[in-house]
């Protein structure tokens, strides 16, 4: 029940981006009150009308101003003191005041509306009197109410008693602005990050006279301070359309963004993807007609790996108004049917901004359909090994309250939450806040690897496409690809082994391995890729081979590699490779030549299982005769121990 988002302007909300109050909400608060009562005067009706002009164009403080001149002038009018009362509680937040008035109300005529106990029960409820909310909500029992309101009071019941117990257990929470850079007198929300933490995007509200627009922004980390935002323009922002509710690929290069009634989408509003460019973002595509529909698809969120995109929806099927939606990339380059979150997250009412945290396993949003504090409060989920979802835990309190909250994100290091927020001492009406996150709902730990792949004798940038594989399992965890300055980022889970494999069209492969069991928070692991020219002579280290200790047996996880090395045989028809095995010093020399020959041997075996011919690929054993580092060392016996291809023929 997202009700002090002002449910009295529900279709404007609704027809943003973020969901977020931008035009009239005159029309629906006097609308409640359908004709005046006969015991108005006419100094009160000419009063009451004013205000509904000054309503109708947003003018809110205003309106209450003459509205309560209106109920000064003649205490008993009763429309006057309700229509103040909604005034007060859903535009200006002012709940004591919204108190008074609803209590007015009552005092006046108790059966004057049948919600009246509604209203005030979430007023109360708003003002965090939580035990005069229930008592006014128990008088709603026996009323006649709507099944909506009727739901609406339970939720109210149930929702009062979740706060009176979170208040006794408050969250760590001390939220910081970030400053004039992003921040104006005007409204920013919806922030993203990069996994690096050096940009962040967000969303602002632009006014040029009637006109408002929502575009996206993005700031740079300078020295420890966010630089003066400026917009990311067309093609992402557009002139006309409502671009925003972003969010960023870890590795900053990819943009998924909501842009509503832009040229060629499925509905009212869509979710567009951009990559970006050595000359900045390319041409936005929309996301198809699987993900997008005639309703609404917006607050897209990508996983780390880049495959999965969550994002909120009221398509049909689902469970209420906004549903939190999945949608995976396929092998063919296609985005797979949403799938629905579940019963268990998503309620009758809305579900809405996911952010899926880089460890592919945390899911936050916001509800307003689970028991909170009334307004869209956050909440945290987490995925199990066998995909399934726990029930959503609120974030707690003061995190949570009776005021707007929008759109948390949480970094890659699971330390630090930023969201958007409209409370005291602030730039302005909803600005963009950071804290440091509370330990009940952290994050698995994560840590990226960042790299630069080059040319290994010219030193110039290249682009390549890299795969990074959880070395004990043997799954693909990310694929990428660096820009044109060479440079790549991908988030990865700490606490593994990983394989990483780097190729590209003219050169060799390359390949390493490396451990993130003892990653260092805030240290991502770094790597230099120098990339071969195929070339007779070259010699490539087999990195990600393995076998059983002392055999030459080779480890399932060892077949990525070999694949790679078949595909690299099949694609370069004329390529010719010796395949060399290598030992370290310990044991006879002899025992060592009759292993590495094994080891060799039963690569060469593999590669003429997958249909190259056995007159390009041969194979031998050079014991511990060409070691590469000291072999007095353990660290340089490990690398004597190797497997390598060297190019004997084009």
């Avoid at 709507?146 to 117990?165: H, I, M, P, T």
């Avoid at 960042?450 to 990310?478: C, F, H, P, W």
Wanted: negative net charge; proline residues 4%; aromatic residues 12%.
């Amino acid at each position: 029940m997202r009700e002090t988002k002002q449910s009295a302007i529900s279709y404007a909300l609704k027809n943003t981006v973020f969901v977020m109050v931008l035009l009239l909400c005159g029309a629906g608060t006097f609308a409640q009150v359908a004709t005046l009562e006969k015991g108005a005067s006419k100094k009160s009706r000419e009063l009451y009308e004013e205000a509904g002009n000054a309503e109708a164009f947003g003018n809110y403080k205003e309106a209450a101003e003459i509205l309560q001149r209106a109920v000064d002038n003649q205490s008993s009018f009763i429309d006057g003191w309700y229509t103040l009362g909604l005034l007060q509680m859903e535009a200006l937040k002012q709940y004591p005041a919204a108190i008074v008035s609803f209590e007015k109300v009552k005092l006046l005529d108790a059966e004057y509306k049948v919600d009246v106990c509604y209203q005030l029960g979430r007023a109360y409820f708003y003002n965090q009197q939580y035990e005069k909310a229930k008592e006014a909500l128990n008088q709603c029992k026996g009323r006649t109410l709507s099944l909506n309101d009727e739901r609406k009071v339970g939720y109210f019941l149930k929702s009062s008693d979740f706060a009176v117990e979170a208040i006794k257990h408050p969250k760590s929470f001390m939220p910081k602005n970030l400053g004039k850079g992003i921040n104006t007198p005007g409204t920013e929300l919806m922030p993203t990050i990069t996994a690096d933490e050096r940009f962040i995007y967000f969303t602002r509200i632009d006014r040029s006279g009637n006109i408002m627009e929502e575009n996206v922004y993005v700031s740079k980390d300078e020295a420890g301070k966010w630089d003066d935002a400026r917009m990311v323009e067309s093609p992402i922002s557009l002139y006309n359309t409502n671009d925003g509710a972003t969010c960023i690929s870890p590795s900053g290069k990819y943009l998924f963004f909501t842009s509503c009634d832009r040229v060629g989408g499925f509905g009212n509003c869509d979710i567009y993807f951009a990559q970006k460019t050595d000359e900045g973002w390319g041409r936005p595509r929309n996301m198809g007609g699987v993900v997008n529909t005639p309703g609404k698809e917006i607050q897209p969120s990508i996983s780390a790996d880049g495959r999965t995109v969550y994002f909120a929806s009221n398509r049909k099927g689902g469970y209420g108004g906004l549903d939190i939606y999945s949608t995976t990339l396929g092998e063919t380059g296609d985005w797979s049917e949403p799938k629905n979150l579940g019963p268990f997250i998503n309620t009758e009412y809305d579900e809405e901004r996911p952010f899926i945290h880089p460890d592919n396993q945390t899911l936050y949003f916001s509800s307003d359909g689970h028991p909170g504090f009334g307004s869209s409060d956050f909440f945290v989920v987490r995925k199990s090994e066998a995909g399934d979802w726990s029930r959503p835990e609120n974030l707690g309190y003061p995190i949570n309250g009776p005021g707007d909250e929008i759109g948390i994100v949480v970094t890659a290091d699971g330390k630090t939450a930023y969201f958007a927020s409209e409370r005291a001492g602030g730039e302005g009406d909803m600005d963009i806040y950071q804290f440091e996150t509370d330990m009940s709902f952290k994050p698995s730990y994560v840590t990226y690897v960042k790299g630069k792949v080059t040319d290994s004798e010219t030193r110039a940038s290249l682009k390549a496409n890299i795969q990074l594989y959880d070395v004990q399992t043997g799954k693909l965890y990310s694929s990428l690809s660096s820009d044109g300055r060479g440079e790549f980022l991908a988030i990865l889970p700490a606490g593994k082994d990983y394989a990483m494999e780097v190729m590209k069209e003219g050169y060799l492969f390359y390949s390493n391995h490396f451990s993130l069991k003892e990653a260092v928070q805030g240290k991502p692991f770094e790597a230099m890729v120098p990339l071969k020219k195929i070339q007779v002579g070259q010699t490539v280290v087999l990195n990600n081979i393995f076998y059983e200790t002392n055999l030459y047996t080779l480890k399932e996880t060892s077949k990525m590699e070999l694949n790679l090395l078949v595909d690299l045989l099949t694609k370069n028809p004329t390529l010719k490779l010796e395949i060399a095995g290598h030992t370290d010093n310990v044991g006879t020399e002899a025992n060592n030549l009759v292993l590495s020959e094994n080891r060799a041997k039963s690569v060469y075996e593999y590669i003429v299982s997958k249909g190259i011919t056995e007159d390009r690929v041969s194979y031998k054993g050079y014991a511990s005769s060409k070691a590469v580092a000291d072999n007095a060392t353990e660290a340089g016996k490990a690398k004597n121990r190797r497997t390598e291809y060297i190019v004997t023929g084009i």
